[in-house]
């Protein structure tokens, strides 16, 4: 790139000269240079590449679980819907506490004389704080995950209702077999492990 200067008149106008970088070897981009050949050679790239792309795993194992029929056996750490043990709760209301969304409130229970937690899901983030700092362990996680429901009103459990688990089949009647999760050198596949 170099500055010419000209002389227009009695005034200097400056130009810029830039190089010419194709040096004649290639057409310019949208000149009438290209073959019918490339421009047919480039729309079969184009419509090849995606194709390759996905090739790979056209053969491999399913990632995804057909989630009615079948259904996940979660590890004992998950963080599924709690379950309340009304021997064990002292209604210390420490759970109440560090309840970081402020979801659990200790409520009258019929039949008992102290009060004890009840959970607002439409709010519980499953931090598991109230689980972890529970001193007697009355509160705990299960593997039960179907909290979807047509009225939101119904997702404010009471301590009577946290105390009874339902069972899985009885939550997801089309379920027909329990898949497990493992990982090999490279993914993590499913295998079933047993029918319902």
């Known amino acids: 790139m170099r500055l010419l200067k000209t002389q227009n008149g009695s005034d200097a106008q400056d130009r810029l000269e830039l190089p010419n970088t194709n040096r004649g070897?290639?057409?310019?981009?949208?000149?009438?240079a290209k073959t019918m050949g490339d421009i047919l050679m480039s729309w079969i790239k184009r419509l090849l590449r995606p194709i390759g792309i996905v090739a790979p795993y056209i053969f491999r194992n399913s990632q995804t679980v057909a989630y009615p029929t079948e259904r996940l056996i979660f590890k004992d750490r998950f963080r599924g819907r709690h379950k309340f043990y009304f021997e064990r709760c002292i209604s210390c209301s420490i759970c109440a506490r560090v309840c970081p969304c402020a979801s659990i409130v200790l409520v009258p229970a019929e039949g008992h004389e102290k009060t004890y937690p009840g959970i607002d899901y439409n709010t519980c983030s499953f931090c598991g704080y109230c689980v972890e700092y529970c001193p007697k362990q009355a509160l705990e996680f299960t593997d039960v995950v179907e909290l979807a429901v047509k009225d939101r009103s119904t997702l404010k459990y009471s301590p009577e209702r946290l105390s009874v688990v339902p069972e899985i089949k009885d939550l997801v009647p089309r379920m027909k077999?329990?898949?497990?999760?493992?990982?090999?050198?490279?993914?993590?596949k499913y295998r079933k492990v047993k029918d319902v």
Do not use: F, H, Q, V
């Open 177 to 188: 077999r329990r898949i497990e999760a493992y990982l090999t050198d490279k993914e993590m």
């Open 25 to 32: 070897t290639e057409p310019i981009r949208g000149s009438s």
